[in-house]
């Protein structure tokens, strides 16, 4: 699935992306376009995807049939148009060691792109270092959400879920998992906040001072608007490395797992600094022995300890023996890791991008507060969230749960977001606004007059950041806020702290905007995260629901906490994001999984992505299109969608998880047995029903031939010639191996 060349406007616009989400696409998307095409919607594409986004920044390495278009930046200029209408599927948000992993790849498929060095030499490799740079971490999702955030369950998926309770684990109090933070001297304790002013407004810069007075500009071209909210932090690279110390010793006489937990991908300059030095003190007495020999030979440890297994290849045979026991008595020494993947030895500390916190702590509370082990069994966990700024949304669920047991999925409420995300709002630790101090000294936020707007002594080696939330984002999101709470007469709650200056900043803002919308006869209240979470958690375990009004990070905490617990994953969550120039996008879920899809799917040539998120994402972008265009057929092909999803679901034609049983193509092809049908007994269309009879006929005296065909690929390996960039004729013999079923579909 390339992107599409012809000059029509498409209707719609669905992403190519990667891993599991992409795979299934291959599957699902000519489905699609077979049922749209007789109501003249067309159905384009664009390539976001990690590989693709490589390509198109490093055109002049390539031949000319080998250059890509940059369809991010086309999508970017695309969703601020009032006819925007894209479905987002998940993408890799990359970390370094990804990032390489699909070089690599691209490299060994012919595509002669520069190598990413971590530690330029000279001119040319600072500009591929920097190219690179916007590739890396949540590169994609900044740039289209041109508008804010709501986030729900399907009303089928949640009705699903309390029919068919998910497994939870058993609480107990005695439990010693619990959650560990700073104290202070952290991004909350250090955060400074400020409310732009009329005399602020232009080019702001970012400015190194040393204790000499010299000054090093860090960053320029920073537009700032009257109204928008900027915040300027730091985290104290001593306070943070005191701090890991004292949770090792801690977890190792607690006889817990240690366990850290970060967001490397989102927070891509700020988290893998922390999880370097997660690394080097875990393994401090390695580092001070070997510290030169891992400099001489490039290691960097924030990309983690599976880096530096490679890299201990190119040392001679009796060193790298030398280190390898090293690292083994060490790691004997210490409290024991929580693993990634026990079977092979991954653990916690390998890659930074392998355990994201808004999947890896519900896991842990959905499991009754257990992690796997390096014995392959699940035991406690001290889970260490450096950063306290939303540490204690966890730490509440999980002193909540050890006080009142595990959820019951069947008697939950739910828990809806509004978040605040659009034009790039609170994108911690992830813009070109993060640095690491060279030197003692103090970074500061200088406005266009020379004024210093902003603050912070630092010492070498901390971690500065500043973000900025536009005035315009945070009007839309008090509107949407209102408009949520308004249609669903529900408790509203903005998770806004008043001793955090951020939020300080913001509530002013809500307050004053909130004012202008009529609000007469709705609960909406402001709490503190810690707060919020305990009033909602009261809530949801009585079965009532609750809206979550949240900025860009907690929003994606909340919406993978809360789904996790109430419906088993976030991937089924459907994402309406209300474009601010009136078009629409819509997110599917959540691809934290996606990995471990892919590897079942060449392994055992089974494909467990539940594509759910997708079909509920398809509905809402069809109904979006009728409103907008006044095509009544895209009315009535949303309306049995709807029906066929539910009837999907009664009929547990969902993937499972063995081999043998229904996968991801075979739930596709059900759908599209439901679908047809609706379309065949509706009369609300004469044309729609005409056109789908005899394809719901073929597809009912088919089914049992088209199920042979599609699980007669199961069980055996697959090859999709790549895992970052896999050839496109590679996937779609492997995502439609029906022939039966394509020749009714198309």
């Not at 916007?134 to 740039?143: D, E, M, Q, R, T």
């Not at 023996?321 to 004997?332: G, L, V």
């Not at 088993?568 to 996008?585: D, E, F, H, R």
Request: contains cysteine; aromatic residues 6%.
């Amino acid at each position: 699935m390339t992107s599409d060349s012809s000059n029509a406007r498409p209707d719609i616009i669905y992403t190519k992306v990667d891993e599991a989400p992409e795979l299934a696409s291959r599957s699902l998307l000519p489905i699609i376009r077979a049922f749209t095409e007789p109501a003249n919607i067309f159905i384009g594409t664009k390539d976001i995807s990690l590989g693709g986004r490589i390509l198109a920044h490093f055109p002049k390495y390539l031949t000319e049939d080998q250059i890509q278009p940059d369809d991010l930046n086309e999508l970017s200029d695309i969703v601020k148009r009032p006819d925007a209408n894209v479905i987002k599927l998940p993408n890799i948000s990359a970390s370094v060691p990804q990032l390489n992993a699909a070089i690599n790849e691209l490299q060994n498929q012919g595509y002669e792109i520069p190598d990413y060095v971590e530690h330029p030499q000279n001119q040319e490799q600072e500009e591929i270092k920097s190219t690179y740079g916007n590739i890396l971490g949540s590169a994609v999702n900044p740039v289209l959400r041109e508008g804010n955030s709501d986030r729900r369950a399907p009303k089928a998926v949640k009705e699903y879920a309390k029919k068919n309770p998910h497994s939870m684990g058993t609480w107990i109090s005695e439990s010693k998992t619990h959650v560990a933070t700073m104290k202070g001297n952290d991004f909350f304790a250090n955060e400074r906040s400020k409310t732009i002013s009329k005399n602020s407004v232009g080019t702001a810069r970012i400015e190194f001072v040393g204790v000499n007075e010299d000054k090093k500009i860090l960053k320029v071209d920073i537009s700032l608007g009257e109204g928008d909210v900027i915040d300027a932090t730091m985290m104290s690279k001593k306070a943070l490395r005191d701090f890991l110390e004292v949770q090792i010793k801690d977890a190792k006489d607690q006889d817990v797992l240690f366990s850290v937990h970060l967001k490397a991908t989102m927070m891509k300059v700020s988290d893998p600094i922390i999880f370097g030095h997660v690394v080097s003190v875990f393994f401090k007495k390695i580092v001070d022995k070997h510290g030169k020999t891992f400099k001489e030979t490039g290691i960097d440890l924030n990309n983690g300890m599976g880096q530096l297994s490679e890299k201990l290849e190119l040392l001679p045979s009796d060193k790298k023996k030398e280190i390898a026991e090293d690292i083994e008595d060490c790691i004997k020494e210490q409290p024991a890791l929580y693993m990634v993947n026990a079977d092979k030895g991954v653990t916690n500390l390998d890659v930074p991008s392998d355990v994201i916190i808004d999947a890896s702590l519900p896991a842990i509370i959905r499991a009754g507060g257990k992690a796997w082990g390096p014995d392959g069994r699940l035991a406690d966990t001290k889970c260490v969230i450096p950063d306290s700024s939303y540490a204690a949304i966890y730490d509440e669920t999980i002193k909540f749960c050890k006080e009142h047991g595990a959820f019951d999925p069947a008697e939950m409420g739910s828990v809806p977001n509004v978040g605040l995300m659009a034009q790039k709002a609170e994108e911690y630790g992830s813009h070109p606004q993060t640095f690491e101090a060279p030197d003692p000294g103090s970074i500061q936020i200088v406005d266009a007059a020379g004024e210093i707007l902003l603050i912070n002594k630092v010492e070498e080696g901390d971690i500065w950041r500043m973000c900025i939330t536009r005035d315009q984002a945070i009007r839309n999101w008090v509107k949407l806020a209102v408009q949520r709470a308004n249609a669903t007469n529900t408790p509203t709650i903005f998770w806004l702290d008043i001793d955090r200056s951020h939020d300080a900043e913001l509530i002013k803002k809500v307050r004053r905007y909130i004012s202008s919308h009529n609000t007469d006869g709705l609960d909406i209240k402001t709490m503190s995260p810690r707060d919020a979470t305990r009033f909602t958690l009261e809530r949801i375990k009585r079965g009532a629901d609750t809206i979550s009004v949240t900025g860009n990070v907690l929003r994606d905490y909340l919406t993978d906490l809360f789904p996790i617990l109430e419906v088993g994953t976030s991937a089924k969550m459907l994402s309406i994001v209300p474009l601010m120039n009136g078009g629409g996008l819509f997110e599917t879920g959540a691809g934290g999984s996606a990995p471990k899809h892919v590897k079942q799917l060449i392994e055992e040539g089974h494909l467990r992505w539940d594509s759910l998120g997708e079909f509920c994402a398809l509905v809402a972008s069809l109904e979006h299109h009728s409103e907008r265009t006044g095509n009544e057929m895209a009315t009535v092909l949303a309306f049995t969608l709807d029906r066929a999803i539910g009837r999907l679901l009664e009929e547990n034609k969902s993937p499972r998880r063995e081999v043998g049983d229904i996968d991801n193509r075979g739930s596709h092809f059900y759908l599209a047995k439901y679908w047809a049908e609706e379309l065949k007994t509706q009369d609300k269309d004469e044309k729609l029903k005409q056109y789908f009879t005899p394809i719901s006929e073929k597809l009912d005296e088919n089914e049992s031939i088209i199920m042979s065909e599609l699980s007669a690929t199961q069980g055996r390996k697959v090859n999709i010639g790549g895992y970052y960039h896999p050839p496109a004729e590679r996937i779609i013999s492997a995502m439609r191996p029906s022939s039966t079923f394509n020749a009714i579909i198309g």
